[in-house]
C-alpha cells in the first residue's frame, strides 16, 4: 500500500522541528517551515544564516507551533535545559547566543528553505536500502524530510528522477519543477544524529561513494492542499 507515513515541519531553519498529523502544502511548501531563522553575529559573518554546518549545537534546540495543519502567530523554542521561549520573548536572543557560544539574531521570513519553497519528499523504501547497506538503522530526521512515503517504487529510484515527475499526496500534487528541484544532494548535515551529539562519517561517505550523495528528491507544490499521514499516494 502507497500511502504518507511521516510529516514533518522544521519552524525554524536547523533547529529541530515537529511532526504532525496533517499539513499545508502550498506556494510556501509546508505552510509554516522554515519561516523563522537564526543570524551568525560574529563580526566576520553578520547577517549570514546560521545553520548546523556552523554550529552542531542549533540541534539541541527545538521548535514548533502545535499539531495544526497551518499555524497562525510565531513558534515556541525549547532549550536544551528545560528552556521555553516564545519567539517574540525578549529574552530569546539572549538565551540562544549563551547556549551556541555566539552573537546571535533572529529573522522572520517564508521561504528559507535553502532551495527556495520548496518540499522534500523521502521514500521509506530508499530508507530500508540504505539501513541495510550501512549495517545499521538510520534514523530518518537525519534527513529533516517534509513528507516520508511508502510506495511502490524501489529503493532509490528517485534518484533518477527528471523534471515533470510528479507524485500525489492526499490532496496535493508535487512535482519535479523549477529552480534546484530533483534529486536532493546533501550536505554534511545528516551526518549528525538528529540532537547534534555524535558525528557519523561513515553515512556521509557511504551517500557520496555509493549514490552520488543524493538521498531524496526535491520538489514543488503544484496543486495545494492539505495531507494527513496515512493519505494515499500516488507517483507519475
Known amino acids: 500500500m502507497s500511502e504518507v507515513l511521516r510529516l514533518n515541519r522544521w519552524p525554524v531553519k536547523s533547529l529541530r522541528g515537529e511532526q504532525l498529523s496533517a499539513a499545508r502544502f502550498d506556494e510556501r511548501g509546508v505552510a509554516g517551515d522554515r519561516a523563522f531563522a537564526l543570524l551568525d553575529e560574529r563580526p566576520n559573518r553578520a547577517g549570514n ?48 547566543s549563551e547556549s551556541l557560544e555566539i552573537p546571535v539574531g533572529l529573522r522572520a521570513a517564508d521561504g ?64 519535479v519543477t523549477g529552480e534546484n528541484s530533483g534529486p536532493c544532494i546533501r550536505c554534511a548535515v545528516p551526518s549528525w544524529d538528529a540532537e547534534g551529539r555524535e558525528r557519523w562519517r561513515e553515512l556521509q561517505t557511504h551517500l557520496i561513494q555509493r549514490h552520488e550523495n543524493k538521498f531524496g528528491v526535491i520538489m514543488r507544490v503544484s496543486r495545494p492542499g492539505t495531507v494527513s499521514v496515512g493519505d494515499a499516494v500516488g507517483a507519475g
Request: hydrophobic share 35%; proline share 7%.
Open 112 to 175: 528559507q528553505q535553502d532551495r527556495g519553497p520548496t518540499v522534500l519528499v523521502t521514500f521509506e523504501s530508499s530508507l530500508r536500502g540504505l539501513s541495510e547497506e550501512m549495517g545499521a538503522e538510520v534514523d530518518l530526521r537525519r534527513f529533516r524530510t517534509n513528507l516520508h512515503v511508502e510506495s511502490d517504487l524501489p529503493a532509490f529510484a528517485e534518484q533518477d528522477w527528471e523534471p515533470g515527475s510528479t507524485i500525489t499526496a492526499g490532496e496535493v500534487e508535487l512535482a
Open 49 to 96: 544564516v546560521l545553520t548546523v554546518r556552523q554550529n552542531q549545537a542549533l540541534l539541541s534546540w527545538s521548535a514548533g507551533y502545535g499539531d495544526l495543519p497551518e499555524p497562525s502567530g510565531t513558534p515556541t523554542l525549547h532549550g536544551p535545559s528545560d528552556q521555553r521561549f516564545s519567539w517574540d520573548h525578549p529574552k530569546l536572543g539572549d538565551a540562544l
